[in-house]
């Protein structure tokens, strides 16, 4: 990504406190003084989609003048160039909302500081200790939790753990700095902070409270007890498109709003936060600026997880095997959408219960709006990243209940064929793929071997615990995935959206 954080030669001015007058013409400027804001919540993962999604919403918060105490301080674990990149620029970034039809350009300001765990590792549990500290939040993807597939328990094991429980305080978890700073602050008698997950994974709030929770206790029974009776962990569900930021990406926003920023975010237009209302110390007025505060998000996360993430999933790997790069690409072609569509209205949706205030055939609409944007089109490779992790969670649920249920799964089946498929690591022209995934060399190395026989996949990993045994499906399976190498993407999607392959409980 460093190549995202080098600059043009050109006529953009780069953005910075000093230089913000001179944007105002082409961008929507912070309309507070920064200078007032004050860090009450530490973000670990400071990645596109948090600075798309869950800074802006605070931007808000602060431009509506309603509370200057939830500036945030962000922190990295894992890459210094976001660090290089923000610490330049005052903490300012550009975001760009893409429709259809135009685009706007807006800084975001609600951003304090920015720290490097690994250079910083003092100044970030220095920050978690802060007594005005109240809210700790969280991007940093589903395999960051350490929670094994199956159990859904701590991985105590996983090499990352066992050395931050030895380490002299530069952790790779975040849940090991979430640890010691939460037993300074019992020790010193502060306040806890709040844990508030916003990550897609299913449970959020537990998964957040599980690692925590069994981190600590492997170092101290007392402490885990502690965070256990006084560490509220909210479940949230977010939504928005933020495809990686490229060079590309960099340049045109530069020609365009004659910002030159070293690492903006291009996203859609459409937003969405859901919070569980549950904090242990304060919580900022959310509400005003647009989030869904209520007493259980769980229906609201099943919806997106069910309908958007699965689809995500599907449209992933399908895309990339017929040749396709980008979302939009994919959905050009009518025997994709019509898929989509159909794999949401027919076989995911009717498995879903209703969601109050919400309608669900319009929300199926609007899925299909974003993801046939072209301008803000996501990678099929980022779709299609992390299967192990995403496939159980988003998935295979819908595919489990509609066998359950004797509802038609077809499709939700070919979804399964193709992420097998795309396990091998090329699509049918040869063209190599990369797997994405924290099993990639073990489900690649079977995947290769096994071909269309999907029965060693299913028996080996705990992924597909739920169809172990099941051979009469695994034959049927194993006919999807050979129709797909025979017929390729395009000619298994007509035979399957024909009804040739209407797939029941009984298959």
Known sequence: ??????????????????????????????????????????????????????????DDLAANGVSSQWGVVGVGLHKPEMKEALSAQDCLYTV???????????????????????????????????ERTRIVSLTVTGDGYHLRPDTKEFADQAPEVVADLTSDGQFSTVWAYLAEALDRRRRNGSAPFTVMSCDNVADNGRAARTALVSFAALRYASLARW????????????????????????????????????WPVVTESFRQWITEDVFCN?????????????SDVAPHKLLKSRLLNGTHCALGYLGLLAGYHKS?????????????????????????????????ATYQTTILERLTNPRISDQLSRLAARGSTKMPSYLLP????????????????????????????????????????????????????????????????DIFADLRGDRQFAERLGDVMCTLDRLGVKGALRRTLSGADMTTAAG
């Open 96 to 130: 760009v909302e893409r429709t259809a039809e135009r685009e706007t350009g807006r800084v975001i300001g609600s951003m304090c500081r920015y720290l490097y765990a690994r250079d910083e590792s003092e100044r970030v549990i220095a920050a978690l200790t802060d």
């Open 282 to 294: 304060g919580r900022p007025p959310l509400e005003e600026v647009g989030v869904d505060v209520v």
């Open 328 to 360: 939009h690409q994919a959905m050009r072609d009518p025997l994709i959408y019509r898929y989509v569509e159909q794999l949401m209205r027919e076989e995911v949706g009717p498995l879903v219960p209703a969601v109050e205030g919400l309608d669900t």
């Open 1 to 58: 990504m460093t190549n995202i954080v080098r600059l043009h030669q050109n006529s953009g001015v780069p953005l910075s406190n000093a230089t913000l007058p001179l944007h105002a013409n082409a961008l929507t400027l912070p309309t507070y003084d920064r200078s007032t804001l004050t860090p009450g919540i530490v973000h670990f993962g400071v990645g596109g989609f948090h600075r798309a999604h869950q800074a802006v919403y605070l």
């Open 398 to 461: 819908s595919l489990l209940e509609a066998r359950a249920q004797g509802r038609p799964h077809a499709l939700l089946t070919l979804a399964l064929a193709a992420w097998l498929r795309y396990l091998r690591g090329y699509d049918f022209t040869g063209r190599p793929l990369r797997v994405e995934d924290p099993r990639a060399q073990q489900l690649t190395t079977i995947a290769k071997v096994a071909q269309n026989s999907p029965e060693p996949l299913l028996s080996k990993f």
């Open 227 to 262: 965070i256990e009776d006084n560490v509220a962990f909210p479940s949230t569900m977010v939504d928005r498109i933020t495809p990686k930021t490229t060079s590309h990406d960099r340049y045109g926003i530069e020609q365009s709003f004659g910002v030159a920023d070293r």
